[in-house]
């Protein structure tokens, strides 16, 4: 079954998702060479209680404990990259992914930071894969289905020139996901176009997805580290993972995960934004 949320719901998860930009905001800021993974973590926890709001990613997950409110993964970590002693060096890409409970309601996203200077490519990894984010939430609006929300990344990420001394790499096995009382609910959002899969669901107001590509410059093919969260491309390629939390309403798209509903970026695609209701 998926959720669908009122207008009033939807208001109180816009609430979430700005604690969510706040604390990926600040780590941010705080990236730099020298820095650890554990001090990310540390910022965005704070964030995160001065708030008022519970990280929902430092909990059980099926029978498995993360340990951080945000997950850190570097160059060839594709997601769920456990905070520690490591410390980022220059020239490193680090995805931080974030998520916040608010009044029982649940944000989540994730960004790709380059440390310091990147290498061009590396640099195009991560432009490449935001693009493709924004492409499949410019669909999220009233009449479309969830497969156009899979083409539009899929199409954004293979009309890019490829990199020069790799590819791009879809991960599989991975996407986004319905939000709301739960972190991680139906319907599960791929990246690609899975040949019969079908439509998928029509999009109706009160529709709210994480939509979150993973691109990597090889191989779509991961494995698990033996810590049994960590997600590694199989040929050591590096990926960028970026995500918001984006709300179907009448008016249009609402992002609940940025700072100004997604305005900026969707107007840049000939999409408008639906009033934020929170005035933010």
């Not at 979430?16 to 540390?42: S, Y």
């Not at 899975?194 to 997805?209: C, N, Q």
Request: charged share 20%.
């Amino acid at each position: 079954m998926v959720e669908i949320k009122t207008p009033e719901q939807i208001a109180k998860m816009r609430a979430a998702g700005l604690v969510v930009a706040e604390a990926l905001k600040a780590c941010r800021e705080a990236v730099a060479p020298g820095i650890t993974t554990q001090e990310l973590n540390d910022i965005a926890d704070k964030v995160i209680t001065d708030h008022g709001a519970t990280s929902n990613f430092r909990a059980d997950h099926g029978g498995l404990w993360f340990p951080g409110v945000i997950c850190a993964s570097v160059n060839n970590e594709v997601v769920h990259g456990i905070p520690g002693e490591r410390v980022l060096q220059e020239g490193d890409l680090i995805s931080i992914d974030c998520g916040a409970i608010l009044d029982g309601w649940h944000g989540d996203a994730a960004i790709s930071v380059a440390v310091g200077e990147v290498s061009p490519e590396v640099e195009m990894l991560s432009r490449v894969t935001e693009g493709s984010m924004w492409a499949g939430i410019a669909q999220m609006r009233k009449g479309n289905r969830l497969v156009d929300v899979s083409k539009a990344i899929e199409g954004f990420i293979r009309r890019q020139p490829l990199p020069p001394k790799g590819k791009w790499g879809i991960t599989e096995g991975y996407g986004g996901h319905g939000i709301g009382t739960a972190m991680h609910m139906e319907p599960h959002v791929l990246n690609y176009v899975e040949r019969g899969r079908g439509k998928g669901m029509k999009l109706i107001p009160g529709t709210v997805l994480a939509i979150e590509p993973m691109v990597s410059l090889g191989t779509p093919h991961t494995s698990v580290l033996e810590d049994d969260w960590t997600v590694v491309t199989n040929d050591s390629t590096w990926a960028s993972h970026w995500e918001h939390s984006v709300a179907v309403t009448e008016e249009g798209p609402l992002v609940l995960t940025a700072f100004d509903g997604g305005k900026e970026m969707l107007a840049r695609l000939g999409v408008t934004a639906a009033p934020d209701p929170l005035g933010a």
